[in-house]
């Protein structure tokens, strides 16, 4: 689809432009998995969703971009639905699943509009990667979670990471961020927490990172209950050393594990 055919007015809910084009890219979807090869975090948050999803079940992975999570848990017996609103990710999730002959289904949706789903209809939910933190604006998000809430059985779990806002504070940048983003966001259409930046040719890409306040009353509001909360160490590949210390300025993020 040419994303230029589409107005701005007509975008859906919790996507601007840049995400737009971004879900729309062949160039972002067909190295995607080269591109993030060395990411440290892909590894360690395989292993959590492979040991918190131990019996098979649905399996939903919202923003599942090339299926890299899709595949290892489609090959342990689960029913796999990628969701994803790029075409070109989900092409690549069929590729894998052809390649590997396992039964991946796909759906191509905007998170924030899943009404695709019927109620209680999945046992597991994904929202990995930041997924959470590219959906524009709190309502959307608040959409979402609500939307999750209502596709997942009764005793099912959510799975959910997010970058955390104070983690900046560490990065001069980030400092500098800090200090001008309640000003600049207020009249420039942003949240706090949302930053701004250029990514592979596309600009003013937004990515929301929360406190840890914010996620626990958005999961809270959207009734579920936290079993267990990882902070992220600074390389996001195991869990945050002495979590008892200032964990909600150190942590790099959060991965959370929801009833």
Not at 189 to 204: H, K, M, S, T
């Amino acid at each position: 689809m040419n994303s230029s055919r589409l107005a701005d007015w007509q975008l859906p809910a919790g996507v601007n432009r840049s995400l737009w084009d971004y879900a729309h890219a062949d160039h972002i979807a067909d190295d995607y998995d080269e591109y993030f090869a060395y990411n440290s975090l892909f590894q360690y948050d395989r292993d959590v969703v492979l040991d918190e999803l131990p019996a098979a079940g649905v399996v939903v992975d919202l923003g599942c971009g090339t299926g890299r999570l899709l595949v290892p848990l489609a090959q342990r017996g689960h029913t796999c639905v990628g969701v994803d609103l790029s075409l070109p990710m989900l092409r690549v999730v069929g590729e894998k699943a052809a390649d590997s002959n396992l039964p991946i289904h796909r759906v191509r949706a905007n998170l924030a509009q899943l009404t695709c789903f019927r109620p209680a209809s999945v046992d597991y939910a994904l929202l990995m990667f930041s997924t959470l933190g590219m959906i524009r604006g709190s309502r959307a998000r608040q959409q979402v979670l609500a939307h999750v809430r209502r596709m997942i059985k009764p005793g099912g779990r959510l799975i959910i990471h997010v970058h955390n806002r104070w983690y900046s504070l560490f990065d001069p940048q980030g400092r500098w961020w800090l200090t001008h983003s309640w000003l600049t966001n207020r009249f420039g259409g942003l949240e706090p927490g949302d930053r701004v930046f250029e990514y592979r040719g596309i600009p003013n890409m937004c990515l929301h990172t929360f406190t840890l306040g914010e996620l626990k009353q958005l999961l809270r509001g959207a009734g579920f209950a936290l079993r267990k909360l990882i902070p992220l160490d600074t390389q996001r590949q195991r869990p945050l050393a002495r979590p008892w210390l200032l964990a909600r300025v150190r942590a790099n993020g959060w991965i959370a594990v929801c009833e």
